[in-house]
């Protein structure tokens, strides 16, 4: 397999994360497009990494998932303390620091 | 050729439930199909040799990330999210800027091709039956070159942990 299909598997997957990021209301399914985006990086990392033989990139590929889970972590104990205030997980209705 | 067949189909996989997981208004099957699209790309991973990232990422983003985003989607009340799902004008807003990066990533990497001396991007990978062992290979580059990296990562899990168990806890003097 020459590395431009891994290229564009992982471009059709960042893209579609990012019309999730940008279209849902639901702050949960934007996390869950954000790890869509990520996972994407990790594809470009590993097909990277197979093509150089050389094995930094899934070492780096191992970074980003251990960020992905921290972030996920944190995220989800922001949107719970959240709900636990206002009721609401949907984006347009956070709008507390908006003036 | 048993290689091409493997990736097109984890690929087509991949793509399409990532496509319906943005487009499904229930979170919890947008959570399913994030659990296909992640299978699908640790498939992709294994198509690549790199079986040490494969068996991490079910473990850890199919086992354990998953997990919790559906343990909170249970947590949350989801039938007010239900109704109203969409922002109706930012469904043109989004995909006029996937298409625009679309376009403009692919005529880049078209361009790039043509350049003297960028022959790598068409280059064929090593074969696969020569490559080093790739869990041993890993261990000794991430014990190696990457042990601050390393150090620093379980120093962030930590303080990721911390504050997760902070904001998520009931104040009780309240």
């Known amino acids: ?99 | 050729m048993l290689d091409s067949i493997a990736f097109y189909f984890f690929a087509g996989v991949a793509v399409l439930s990532a496509a319906l997981m943005v487009t499904r208004r229930n979170a919890v099957h947008s959570a399913v199909l994030l659990v296909t699209t992640l299978l699908a790309t640790a498939g992709i991973f294994l198509q690549l040799r790199a079986e040490f990232i494969f068996i991490t990422q079910i473990i850890l983003y199919v086992g354990g990330i998953m997990v919790l985003f559906i343990f909170v989607i249970m947590l949350v009340r989801l039938d007010i999210a239900l109704h109203h799902i969409r922002f109706r004008l930012q469904r043109w807003v989004a995909l006029f800027v996937a298409l625009a990066l679309g376009v403009e990533i692919t005529v880049v990497f078209l361009f790039a091709r043509r350049l003297p001396g960028q022959g790598l991007l068409i280059q064929e990978p090593a074969p696969a039956d020569k490559l080093p062992p790739n869990t041993e290979e890993l261990a000794r580059s991430l014990f190696s070159s990457y042990l601050l990296p390393f150090e620093i990562a379980s120093v962030l899990l930590l303080v990721a942990m911390v504050g997760a168990v902070v904001m998520a806890k009931k104040r009780i003097d309240q």
């Open chain 1, 1 to 99: 397999m020459p590395p431009a299909h891994y290229l564009f598997l992982s471009l059709a997957l960042f893209l579609i994360g990012a019309i999730g990021v940008i279209t849902r209301r639901n702050v949960i399914v934007v996390l869950m497009s954000i790890e869509l985006i990520l996972n994407a990086v990790n594809i470009n990392l590993v097909a990277f990494s197979r093509i150089f033989g050389d094995v930094s990139g899934q070492v780096f590929a191992l970074f980003i998932i251990a960020d992905a889970a921290a972030e996920a972590a944190v995220g989800l104990g922001i949107i719970i303390a959240f709900f636990r205030n206002r009721e609401t997980v949907l984006a347009d209705e956070m709008d507390l620091l908006k003036w």
